[in-house]
């Protein structure tokens, strides 16, 4: 038996043997297909890319139908149990685990370039008190660039460590500054004594007292929440730092693609519209008549479902025990009662079990956030703070692939065709 795809064209009786590798045709095999020589050969209509792999990659294994999250082989379940965010990065980017030498270098790295010039922010400081934090984040990341001029060199190994090593380490200051300037308070500079996730912490909610010592159980949560956003494999936006990326531009521009495209509710707004949708059931006696309006297509079950997931999100279930130990802290969110029942519900109903819909990152992920009193538009900030190692090791990945080539889609024209032009005196007459 031959890996290959025997392919028949109706229109011409010709036959043609497609290699297939990895489970993959080459779309370029396809081009051979043509009624003519004078015509373009077949190409793939993929919207949205449902079907369409664009690279091969080592960073995420994702296996919905059973439900498998990896990063470099390593089951998410593990990492969020027993390893740091800093490591995890570290495996993200280097592809292994740390040794201990290496890991405290690493550590080292990343707390010293936690401070930014005092022009960045300045720069900060002249968005509007109303501006979203998301924006200003996505503004602040690509200028950057202009303060690194030499980040365009992407071909020199060790230029590109170090724009890696400060993206890691200035984007929780940035999003902290980004939470401040909301609030109309003062920034708060990054104290280097803490930990990625304490020292976060500290820039977001500290005010008059010398030094802000957060609560260990909320740092390990919040740093369990980085893990389990760190990568989610060609998702839109590491798709976006990709595509952008492949310009061959520095990895500050393509990061803030990458925000910019999880600045988009149907990405990373996700959580917020699971906390709109919890509110406005209220209490659990309100869930039947919620469940049967979904039925109807009357409502909408948010947080539940995804492209890639057709069985329990593994995130979902580490973030569901994650919300106990914030809980115990900030006390419990009332909004959880009711997801609780819905989510009991709907695994049980025969509807939603036929159509696979199974609780996402998402679902819980807004409860904890809201505990932690951070306004729902923060809530992307987060998500886009811990996705930065695993959009670095796919920018890192690309750079490195000698298969990879400027972006560029195909498109399917459907305008008119060779139109005489009419002049401006005929037109306006």
């Known amino acids: 038996m031959t890996d290959s795809l025997t392919v028949r064209d109706n229109r011409t009786g010709a036959e043609y043997d497609i290699p297939i590798l990895d489970g993959t045709i080459k779309a370029a095999d396809l081009g051979q297909i043509k009624v003519d020589a004078e015509q373009p050969g077949l190409a793939v209509y993929d919207p949205g890319f449902v079907n369409t792999a664009s690279c091969r990659s080592s960073v995420t294994y994702i296996d919905g139908e059973k439900g498998i999250l990896e990063y470099r082989g390593y089951p998410i379940e593990q990492l969020a149990e ?17 040794t201990k030498a290496e890991y405290e270098a690493w550590e080292h790295e990343i707390t010293f370039h936690t401070f930014v010039h005092e022009n960045v922010k300045s720069f900060m400081q002249g968005f509007r008190y109303d501006a979203h934090p998301m924006g200003m984040l996505m503004a602040s990341v690509g200028a950057l660039s202009t303060f690194y001029p030499e980040s365009g060199n992407i071909a020199d190994a060790d230029n590109r460590h170090i724009q890696i090593v400060r993206m890691i380490a200035k984007m929780p200051t940035l999003g902290a500054w980004a939470f401040r300037h909301a609030q109309g308070k003062p920034y708060v500079y990054p104290d280097n004594d803490l930990s990625y996730a304490e020292n976060f912490l500290s820039m977001l909610f500290k005010m008059s007292e010398v030094t802000y010592e957060p609560d260990a159980r909320i740092a390990k949560a ?208």
């Open 82 to 98: 027993n390893s740091s965010f800093l490591e995890v990065a570290y495996l993200l980017i280097h592809g292994a685990l740390p």
């Open 222 to 429: 919040l740093d369990t929440l980085f893990i389990l956003h760190a990568d989610h494999e060609q998702n839109c936006s590491t798709n976006a730092v990709r595509s952008v990326g492949s310009s061959q531009v520095d990895p500050y521009s393509a990061v803030s693609a990458g925000i910019g495209a999880l600045y988009g509710p149907l990405h990373g707004g996700a959580n917020e519209a699971v906390l709109r949708m919890l509110r406005r059931i209220g209490n659990k006696s309100e869930i039947p008549a919620f469940i049967e309006g979904v039925k109807a297509g009357n409502e909408r079950l948010m947080g539940f479902g995804h492209r890639v997931y057709k069985n329990y999100d593994p995130r979902a279930k580490i973030i569901k025990k994650a919300c106990d130990d914030v809980f115990e802290v900030t006390g419990v969110n009332p909004l959880l009662e009711v997801a609780q029942e819905l989510e009991k519900i709907a695994l049980e109903d025969e509807y939603f079990v036929k159509r696979k819909l199974y609780p996402n990152v998402d679902f819980y992920s807004g409860l904890i956030y809201e505990a932690l009193q951070f306004p729902p538009e923060m809530f992307t900030v987060l998500f886009a703070i811990g996705r930065t190692p695993g959009w670095l090791a796919q920018w890192l990945e690309l750079v490195q692939d000698k298969e990879q080539k400027i972006a560029r889609p195909k498109q399917i024209y459907t305008g008119e065709r060779t139109l005489d032009f009419v002049p401006r005196e005929e037109r306006w007459a």
